[in-house]
């Protein structure tokens, strides 16, 4: 995509002239120029005047020069984009909380425009069939929790080979958001279900024509799965399941059932579309693996990237990317510069998350060596993220889902960086 950024082109020159000068004792960052800077000594435009008063955006986007930092999608993914999925812009993000504007989407009949007042949520098969209103959610106790979601056909393209140019579309199908929202057991108990869990099953369906239906074991039902009201802080948005969605902590995202219409206790799963001919994984042999709910421990490399290269020249270099498990947390990412011969641990930026994602930095010098970058998480229960081969071994070429394998970015002298396999 062409360079949208707005900047102006006059400080970019300038800034590249100063790496230029003063690149080699400290490259990231220190812009010398030979004379004055009139960005420092003169009085700029935006000093000698106002600027826009509290009343010009009443709710805010992002400024201008980060109009390129948007969802996108794979023009030959998307030939209809009613059944359609894009990508979270992770390249140029950083932190872990995906702001709800750019976190990306997927429906299989479209985002629907559903009203609080028009929202019902039916529950059945329990002693008090009961259906509530949004207002009668509003009043059930509710939970803070920040969790990952990824879709399981996250980087499902790059099972055969390196195929998409960018973390953004090979690892761009999760968010990671704050959720408010009301334990899924304790709607159940309210109409009435205080069963023996053992067997038992829930059907968790969508107002939307796909109603994206699956089956969720009882057993992850009264453990941590929410109804959602507000993500973020604020009220979801339209194309997350406004007003209120299904959060399944850990599990892949075709669980998390937006715009949540019924929910049904029952004594088997149902065997819908979306849990036998879709999100399962054929094998080499022709069986396939199913009910592959917990999406495992991945990790990538968002910056450098090949849509975040490196512009600034030798010295300081920050190696980011984020890493998140299913199973719980995070215990390490490891880094290597060389295809996988030598790890470095990285840095957590922060405590991880049980089912979150968290950031990892290697705060590194690099003098414009090739280097073919990786990331490799660890997490509570021992799991090593495998490599791509590794994987390929046990589940063969016919998967789309649950690819976990390790990313590799060839980051060249120049600083331009490109998705390719070592072995
Ligand atoms: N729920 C409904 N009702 N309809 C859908 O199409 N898509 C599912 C899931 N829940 C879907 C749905 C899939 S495949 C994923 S990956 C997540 O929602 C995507 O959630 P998001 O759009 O908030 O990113
Ligand atoms: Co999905």
């Given at each position: 995509m062409a360079d949208t950024t707005g900047r102006g082109t006059s400080r970019r020159a300038f800034l590249k002239a100063g790496v230029a000068a003063g690149g080699a004792a400290f490259g990231a960052g220190t812009a010398r120029a030979a004379g004055p800077d009139p960005l420092i000594t003169q009085v700029q435009p935006w000093a000698s005047g106002f600027g826009d008063g509290v009343d010009a955006t009443p709710y805010g986007l992002p400024i201008r020069f980060e109009g390129d930092v948007i969802r996108r999608n794979v023009e030959w993914l998307t030939a209809d984009t009613i059944s359609s999925i894009n990508f979270t812009p992770i390249h140029a993000l950083d932190g872990t909380i995906t702001p709800a504007g750019c976190a990306f989407e997927r429906h299989h009949s479209g985002a629907i425009e559903l009203a609080r007042e028009d929202y019902r949520l039916m529950v059945n098969g329990v002693e008090r069939p009961t259906v509530f209103t949004y207002a009668d959610l509003e009043r059930f106790p509710r939970e803070n929790h920040t969790y990952f979601l990824e879709c399981a056909?996250?980087?499902?393209?790059e099972w055969a080979g390196a195929q998409l140019n960018g973390a953004q579309f090979t690892h761009g199908m999760i968010h990671n958001m704050e959720y408010s929202g009301i334990p899924l057991r304790a709607v159940l108990k309210e109409a009435g279900w205080d069963g023996d869990p053992a067997g038992k099953w829930v059907y968790a369906e969508g107002a939307d024509a796909s109603s994206n239906g699956r089956s969720i074991p009882m057993e992850k039902a009264l453990d941590d799965c929410l109804i959602a009201i507000r993500a973020n802080g604020e009220a979801l948005r339209k194309e997350h399941g406004y007003p209120a969605r299904l959060v399944v902590p850990g599990?892949?995202?075709?669980?998390?059932?937006?715009?949540i219409r019924r929910i049904e206790v029952m004594d088997g799963p149902v065997e819908s579309r979306e849990e036998t001919s879709k999100y399962t994984d054929t094998l080499a042999d022709g069986m396939s693996r199913k009910w592959t709910w917990v999406m495992d421990a991945k990790s990538v490399?968002?910056?450098?990237s090949p849509q975040a290269p490196v512009t600034h020249g030798h010295g300081p270099l920050v190696i980011t990317g984020m890493a998140w498990s299913g199973h719980g947390r995070i215990t390490r990412v490891d880094v290597s510069k060389d295809g996988g011969r030598s790890w470095e641990t990285a840095r957590l930026a922060a405590d991880p998350g049980n089912k979150a994602v968290v950031r990892f930095y290697l705060d590194t010098v690099w003098a414009g060596e090739e280097m073919f970058l990786q990331s490799r998480a660890m997490d509570e229960t021992g799991y090593v993220q495998p490599t791509k081969a590794q994987l390929r071994e046990v589940r063969g070429l016919n998967s789309v889902y649950h690819n976990n394998g390790i990313q590799t970015w060839w980051i060249k002298p120049t600083g331009e960086a490109e998705n390719v396999e070592v072995s």
């Open positions: 056909a996250n980087t499902g393209m599990w892949e995202g075709n669980l998390w059932v937006k715009w490399v968002t910056s450098p």
